[in-house]
């Protein structure tokens, strides 16, 4: 090639571009942390499927015990095994609808269910409810909440818990939870001993 001047021929035509060599470290990681993605995203797939499978599986153990303990229900759906139970579980859209129908048809009854007092509870340990007590006495409901009218700090003053929490499904059975404690003859019923 001659470069002349007056020559038509650019000289910088002739540069190699070695820009491959220089970025290949990059493309090398780009594509190892792309495969790393795919792989992370296959094993996360699987365990999701795996624990969908078991929430299937005790779905419909639970659908199956349900058509077993009311019989005129279960001859209604046709639930005869636990093969026509994941039939009826995978019907109903999956395992979560399907426990939620079983609660609402086992939750006829008047008594709270666990939901109701776990939403209790949950509701009472919020901090602007602070910590609720109950008389050891009465069994009174009350909370310690800040008091006004001095000007100590840390002075504290009782206030019986408003009637409208105290009305909830789910807050007389929080309150024997709460106002029980364990006795030794509990834990002799359930065969063990406290050890002193």
Do not use: C, H, W
Not at 1 to 25: E, I, Y
Request: proline share 6%; aromatic share 6%; charged share 25%.
């Amino acid at each position: 090639m001659a470069f002349q001047t007056g020559t038509r021929v650019d000289p910088r035509l002739a540069a190699l571009d070695f820009s491959g060599f220089t970025n290949a470290a990059n493309i090398q990681a780009q594509g190892m942390a792309q495969m790393g993605a795919a792989i992370g995203g296959a094993i996360q797939a699987s365990k999701q499927k795996k624990q969908d499978k078991a929430l299937n599986e005790a779905a419909s153990a639970m659908v199956l015990n349900y058509a077993k303990a009311n019989p005129e229900a279960g001859g209604q759906l046709g639930i005869e095994s636990l093969e026509d139970a994941k039939v009826a579980v995978k019907t109903l859209g999956g395992a979560k609808p399907a426990m939620s129908l079983l609660m609402e048809l086992g939750g006829s009854s008047d008594a709270p269910t666990a939901s109701e007092i776990t939403s209790v509870a949950r509701l009472l340990e919020r901090p602007e409810f602070g910590k609720i007590e109950f008389d050891e006495t009465t069994g009174e409901a009350f909370m310690k909440v800040p008091n006004k009218e001095t000007l100590r700090p840390f002075d504290k003053r009782r206030v019986p818990v408003p009637e409208a929490i105290q009305s909830m499904p789910g807050f007389d059975e929080y309150a024997e939870m709460q106002r029980t404690t364990s006795k030794p003859q509990d834990f002799e019923k359930m065969g063990m001993r406290v050890v002193e």
